[in-house]
């Protein structure tokens, strides 16, 4: 991307979301909009010109070529437009006054006040004012121009004002606080909220491709609304029919009556296009679209679907799909599938990427009588994205849990922020297709070998988040029949109760494999089951009533169990033997369950699908309930953590570091050599043992004579990924001369390998510690990684990793090291002196931040990291870094294009 003079791209522009969920398309100003922008200040108020000109009869044509004209003149305009043919609907510019000082002027059509418009404007003018070296804006306002003085205030730049002749003197900063950017985000989530509102509580619907076709989607999804009960104005609109269902039948979107907040378009896929843009003409909030043939069906497709997009940024509607399934909510309430099936109502939100999953999940739904309070298909996700979905769910007090079923993440570290915010306070289970991809990918070293192993970086995101993984549908469906209808369990102890042996020894054993505790009960709680259970019957823990046990004995049983407070959960297993049966059972357990603190989870053999009603949560199989079961104790472990903070690390030396890997990346992709690698672990504050660098055996021997003591030779050459394997290190060497002849022999056997040496790195040898490994690596899909793990020649052999998004909090960083199996060693294992784990979650907050600011480190291998009482320190490092793609400058953008935040903040909004 090219920057003029002023440092903005010229190029650049995005499509944002105002408060109310509209969007605007923003841009640059260029001399080509001079009569577009004279006809909007034509078209402001007289009120509203003379607060902005201090006279209501300013020259509007000579502000307008003013305008036009900003970047001739050392400053940067921008637009906010809407329509096809489109029209200005805000504008603001700054111009250079002196040195870093700027001053900056907005102008926001009559009816957009008050959307945020301004703010999102400004935020676009200080990143292109910071790229160009202004770090301060001013601005002349009147006093009684309280709106824009509350745009000021609210916007989170630091600010102050002052009196000036002709009113007041604001001054601002154009970096981004951390407060400021807590209100973007804010502001997004409620832009968010209010989008998806557009799509699940409309006020009026149209259907667009309506059909009295059987087996039609128009005639499904037509069908499903009635059905459903949606008591707004429905309009049926197909220009072959006059009548549909006893309603009133039109021609086009454009002929309708009243106004329409949701069309819903089930055309062929050449025609959405246009109808697009007529819904866009009629004042349409928002497009769903079920038709198939765009972007998943080829090129011809994609062009399509970018199409329907632009129609829909032009008149700003935002838009589900195309290619889905639609979409239901129980509060209006509305069916807008093709589904022959609809879902109970119930407090279950439930999302999926695929049309043909979605009519799986509700039909299955139906079938569990799971209720769900609104569910959503987003298709090919061309607009509205999970994200969004997601900021919606968080104030939606009918949704009490959300499932997710996901192909791919859209803006990962978005969906990441959004799903950790929402999981504080309801819980999201989710099942990821496409797994195996992650995979395929080869790495050049320990820690990108960590990382491409597996879908790793997937179950990072989800760990971070707080996300409930399932692994398969039939999982997703049991940790949603828990979370819909118990309550969260406070811990890990879990009781058994059954009439059959067996089936308690696999709920026992999948307890325990799932992190669970089946605790001894006490002698106190086994002298009360007693009185209640029959003779040689088992009251420890699995409590196994017998065969006989009749359905008021599994339930007093059970109350038992819940009222001791000895634990947290019970799970009732029942088999049919003799005259009782599971409907019986089933009975006395459900007041049980409605009543108690604790979840109750019961497993009935033989038993119908229940009927919704709030009981027990029922599963297949005992494993199934307990592996339900220890992943939602697992949640609520994770719920209680704090979240901790990104640690602030005042000896960070940022400029050097990216000044050295600005002029790293210039020929492209490569490997640092040494002394690189050693200057930017530096100027990170990460601990490199004493080490020098040598381009041949000579100077390798005067370097380890200068040391003294014992040193490490390491042979560098390109493409060298596992030294020892090569003979590339030797230990324990002494003196000048055998630090000599190990480096003329090490070069002749990597020669004889194809390598070609490019020097030596001589170190002071270190003793005693744990070999730790540590390091980043970049996923192609999530971005930058963070590795911890089991160091030293076995890393790869044992496997023993955590791995987290960066950046990472210290809190994070200290539970990557707890989940380690490798955790014991530190800790001063059979006698050994404990190891500082401290200053290792120290590196890893420390490498989480390196790879947030320098995106051209795309990996980076510590190992090992020896860890011991006194420190942690770097004993070999490799950083291979590359040209980043150019961040786009613009805050606030829709859909899955990633826009940045002002750059300084280092964070993304959108989806």
Known sequence: MTTDRNGAAPSSEADVVLRDGSTVHVRRVGHEDLDSLRAFLESLSPEARRLRFFTAGADVSGAARWAAAVGDRDGVGVLATVGDPAHVVGHADYERVDGDRAEIAFEVADALRGHGLATILMAHLASAARAAGISIFVAEVLPENRRMLDVFRESGFPMRMVQSPSGLAVELTTDLSEA???????????????AVRHFLEPESVAVVGASTRQGSVGRQVLDSIIRSGFDGP???VNPRHRRMRGMKAYSSVTELPGPVELAIVATPAATVPAVARECALAGVSALLVLSGGFAEDGEEGTRRQEELVAACRAGGMRLIGPNCLGLTSARRPLDATFSRQSAPPGRVGLLSQSGGVGLALIERCAHLGLGLSSFVSIGNRADISANDVLEYWEDDDTTDAVLLYLESFGNPRNFARVARRLARTKPIAAVRAGRSQAGARAAASHTGAAVAASDAGAEA?????????AETLGELFDLGTLLATQPLPRGGRVAIV????????????????????????TAALRGRLAEIAPPHASTANPVDLLAAATGPDLRRAAELLADSGE???????????????????????????????LPLLAV??????????RGPAEFAYPESAARALARVAEYVRWREQPPGTLPVHPDVDRSRAAELLAGAVADGPRW?????????LGAWGIPLVDSHFARGPVTAGRAAADLGGKVVLKASASGLVHKTEEGAVELGLEGERAVREAAERMGRRLRRAGFQPGGFVVQRQAEGGVEMLCGIASDPALGALVVCGAGGTLADLLGDVQIRLAPVTDAEAARMVDRLRVRRMLDGYRGSARADAGALQDIITRLGR????HPEVVELDCNPVLVGPAGATVLDARVRVAPPSPPAPWPGVTAEAPAALPPAASHTLGA
């Not at 400021?180 to 209010?194: G, H, K, N, V």
């Not at 995101?461 to 409930?468: C, D, K, S």
């Not at 020894?505 to 001894?520: N, S």
């Not at 005259?579 to 603190?597: C, N, Q």
């Open 180 to 194: 400021a950017l807590l209100r973007y985000l804010e502001r997004e989530r409620i832009a968010s909220a209010a």
């Open 234 to 236: 429905l309009y049926p």
């Open 461 to 469: 995101l989800f760990r971070q988040a707080g996300i409930i993984r």
């Open 498 to 521: 059954t009439n059959a042996g067996g089936p308690a020894i696999l709920c026992a054993d999948a307890c325990l494999a799932g992190g669970l505790e089946v605790p001894e009960l």
């Open 567 to 597: 634990v947290d959960a019970v799970i009732a297993l029942f088999t049919p033997a003799l005259a009782t049966g599971v409907e019986e059972v089933r009975r006395e357990l459900a007041p049980l369950a409605r009543e108690s603190r």
């Open 604 to 613: 009935l053999f033989g038993a119908a699908a229940t009927d919704g009603n």
């Open 672 to 680: 640092l050599e040494s002394p690189e690698v050693e200057s930017l």
């Open 850 to 853: 390196l790879a947030e600011a």
